[in-house]
């Protein structure tokens, strides 16, 4: 099946598609996706190859891992991993890094629940409030970096130092904040109503099957080269499926014990992270941001010869990751009940580059998607839930998943390589 990349036309096509044919028949699109594998254009093919492995392997060793309760569990632990590598993905594709993203997490949270707790605020201004703190660690960071030239690992690592200070300040050395307000929290603990999940999967399946349909039928009537129909039915057929059958999944009681009490519906931290999905995925491929974006990581110096604004674009990017790493800092206080002066300092950063990464974001900028965060996030917190299922060591899961970040690491390189060597 084809899949679009976000990326601009040139690396989409490539070599491969230099004489701009159309693929009208399924088994042309075949032909052409084979072609982009062995140029080296391998997306999340590996992400997801990755994830039906662990969860069959899993599924064969534990008879529980595949139970409504546990997928529900599983959701609710990718959560905040996925909105943080979602964050990291955009400045992941200028090649650069952020070590401090963690850390602006659990200081962006850290203020969120004070002002909750100690001021009353409403629980959507203290969000707003976070949102914003994370944004200026991102200004900040982003202005030393495209301003004064200075390598962002040495600036995010300073800041990765500095903002542990913040919590620890306000929150004071063993000290804790309960995050228990009724919505924050309920991200977490709670679910959205089955027949709320319903439509809204309606309107998702409908949707996107009426816009693929109008961009099928748009590029078709101009001439331009589109997928084959038949490719359009099953995408939109794959994804019914996935979704509709997702939210039966969920919407099914999956109490430990169904006799005493009811719980069902899907997580409210999944249309969290679905909205952010569709927002950031259309920000990337649909607006001159997001080219701007993507050419910059591919070539700095052509881009800025172009005309495009290469400082702004580099903070943007900056505030982007950091304001991601608030809301992921939130969403983690949700899932754990309280704030505390390690919040966001332990592997959640590792776990969100690795997500990253692993699901198809070069570690060299210019290719990227948010839906990679998607996929890496879900294979990273596969892991800890399978292995935790078997009892296993808490070094076994850190030895697992670095091996796992070094193998798609090892991928992504090599498939650079390929890539080059085809001329994309």
Partial sequence: MTVESDTPAKSNEGAFASDN??????????RDYVNRLRGGDM?????????VVLFVVFSSLHDRF???YNLANLVVQAGSIIVLAMGLVFVLLLGEIDLSAGVAGGASATITALVLIDHDWHWLLATIAGVVVGAL???????????????????????????QAVPLKLIGSGGSLRFNNEVLRGLSIKNVPVTAGWIAAGVIV???????????RSRSAKG???????????????????????????????????????????????????????????????????RHLYAVGGNAEAARRAGINVTRIRISAFVIGSSMAAISGILSASYTGKVSPGSGGGNELLYAVAAAVIGGTSLFGGRG????????????????NGLGLLNQAAY?????????????????????????????
């Fill in 396 to 424: 076994i899961n850190l030895l697992v998943t670095g091996g796992v970040l070094l193998l798609a690491a090892s991928v992504d390189a090599i498939s650079r390589r390929r890539r080059s060597a085809a001329g994309v």
């Fill in 137 to 163: 660690i991102g200004v900040a960071i982003g202005s030393l970096v495209s301003l004064l030239g200075i390598p962002s690992f040495v600036v995010t690592l300073a800041f990765f130092l500095a903002l």
């Fill in 66 to 68: 595949l139970t409504t």
């Fill in 206 to 216: 409908v949707g996107f099957a009426a816009l693929t349909l109008w961009r099928y």
């Fill in 43 to 51: 997306g999340s093919l590996p992400a997801i190859l990755g994830l």
């Fill in 224 to 290: 331009l080269v589109h997928q084959p129909l038949p490719l359009v039915i099953i995408q939109i057929v794959v994804l019914a499926v996935i979704v509709l059958g997702l939210t039966a999944l969920l919407s099914a009681n999956r109490a430990p014990n169904p006799n005493l009490f009811n719980i069902s519906g899907v997580p409210w931290v999944l249309p969290v992270v679905i909205a952010l999905l569709l927002f950031w995925t259309f920000v990337l491929t649909k607006t001159r941001f997001g």
């Fill in 21 to 30: 044919r159309q693929a009208v028949t399924i088994g042309d699109s075949a």
């Fill in 369 to 384: 998607r948010a839906i990679d965060a998607v996929i890496g996030g879900l294979v990273i917190a596969t892991i800890p």
